[in-house]
Structure formats: structure tokens, C-alpha cells
């Protein structure tokens, strides 16, 4: 079946910093990309959805300066925190469609971010 | 490693009927479970989440149940409507990282 990898798998930076992560569709092409943000015992929710070669669009209460989203192929989307602080410690993950397949998801296996 | 089975994988109905999803997976140990809807070319859509300590969580015409004992969860859709036309996941939540089931693809008929 369709592989979606993400790296880092964990990170844990400093307040202030800038972290990066990237979501990438192993053996298909990914039009389409979407990044979800899961609090601690709390439900999977969507960020933001990314189309390759335009802008990601975000969901309401997502900033977009903070939490960049570059899909430049159709086969990588890089999510960027920008200036972490704690409160933004949470597991990332992304899912790449496969519009051939009736738009079926494939997820990856998530980012734990942590920042102290 | 968790593994999550979700029956029937496509199911069609007449539209105002009831229905019911079944989700199973082989870990017990989780703290909650989460049921999606997938439409075609969207995020998912968070619908209901069941704590481990509850039996049943409902919103409007859904109603979810979890059996954590023996790995089990329903999601029922009363009065069944076109719009609920979707794919719908079942996503248990544990120590493992989380594991998405193939889903069931519903149709609702006018």
C-alpha cells in the first residue's frame, strides 16, 4: 500500500526557535496534503490542507505566519513552526491523498514536538 | 502494534434509514477513540471522541459506543441523510502511535 513518511519523528527544540517538518509520499504523487495537531487526550484536529504549487489553505484559528506550509512537489509538504513556544508542543501529522484512489489517506506515522 | 478493523467497508442505504458502523482493534490499552468522516479531497472531520472511562459519547443524530475491553466501538447515524454520504474512521488512541482503519465508505440514497 501507499507509504507516507514524516521526519523528524521527534524533536524537541528551545523557545524561539523555528522547527521544521516534513511529510513526504513514498511511492505515489500527492496533490493533495493535509496536517492535523493533536493536544495530549484531546481529538486529531486539521491545521491546514496543502496543495501542491499554491497556498495551503487553514483551518479557522490556525495562524498561517506560524505554522508555514510549503508544498513545492507532489511528493513533499514541509510544515515550519515558526518562533516555538510550549504551548505549541504537540503531535503533528500529516496524510497525503491519493486522488486516483477516491481521495484515500494515507497517514504518517506523526512528529511529537516538544519546546521548553 | 494496534490494528484496527472497520465493518463493512462500504455500506449504501436509503436515506432515512439507521444505521450502524463497527470499528475493532487488537489493543485494549488506549486512553480514547476518535470517529472521522472523510469526504473526498478534505481533512478529516472530527465527529466524536470516547474517553476510556466512558461508554458513549452522542452528537445530534450520532451516538458512538466503546467496549475497551474487548476492542470494540459502533457508530450509529440515525435518520440517515444524503450529506452523510462520507468515510468514516475510527481512530483508537494509546501508548503506540495512532493507527487509522481503512474506514467505511457510506452512501445515503435520496
Known amino acids: 500500500g501507499a507509504v507516507v513518511s514524516q521526519h523528524p519523528s521527534r524533536v524537541i527544540c528551545k523557545s524561539g526557535t523555528s522547527v521544521k517538518i516534513e511529510c513526504r509520499s513514498l511511492?505515489?504523487?500527492?496533490?493533495?496534503m493535509f496536517w492535523y495537531r493533536q493536544f495530549p487526550k484531546q481529538s486529531l484536529m486539521l491545521m491546514a490542507t496543502?496543495?501542491?504549487?499554491?497556498?495551503?489553505?487553514?483551518e479557522q484559528g490556525v495562524e498561517k505566519d506560524k505554522f508555514l506550509i510549503n508544498h513545492a512537489s507532489l511528493t513533499l509538504s514541509t510544515l515550519t513552526v515558526t518562533s516555538a513556544h510550549p504551548e505549541d508542543s504537540s503531535f503533528y501529522i500529516c496524510?497525503?491523498?491519493?486522488?486516483?484512489?477516491?481521495?484515500?489517506?494515507?497517514f504518517g506515522p506523526g512528529t511529537r514536538l516538544t519546546v521548553t | 502494534k494496534q490494528e484496527v478493523t472497520q465493518i463493512p467497508a462500504a455500506l449504501s442505504v436509503p436515506e432515512g434509514e439507521n444505521l450502524v458502523l463497527n470499528c475493532s482493534f487488537t489493543?485494549?490499552?488506549?486512553?480514547?477513540l476518535q470517529w472521522f468522516r472523510q469526504d473526498p479531497g478534505k481533512g478529516l472531520t472530527s465527529l466524536l471522541l470516547i474517553q476510556s472511562s466512558q461508554r458513549e459519547q452522542t452528537s445530534g443524530r450520532l451516538n458512538a459506543s466503546l467496549d475497551k475491553s474487548s476492542g470494540r466501538s459502533t457508530l450509529y447515524i440515525a435518520a440517515s441523510q444524503p450529506g452523510d454520504s462520507a468515510t468514516y474512521l475510527c481512530v483508537p488512541e494509546g501508548n503506540t502511535p495512532l493507527v487509522f482503519g481503512k474506514g467505511t465508505r457510506l452512501s445515503v440514497i435520496a
Open positions: 496543502s496543495n501542491e504549487g499554491s497556498k495551503a489553505t487553514y
Open positions: 511511492d505515489f504523487q500527492a496533490t493533495t
Open positions: 496524510s497525503a491523498s491519493d486522488e486516483g484512489f477516491s481521495y484515500e489517506q494515507y
Open positions: 489493543d485494549s490499552a488506549i486512553y480514547n
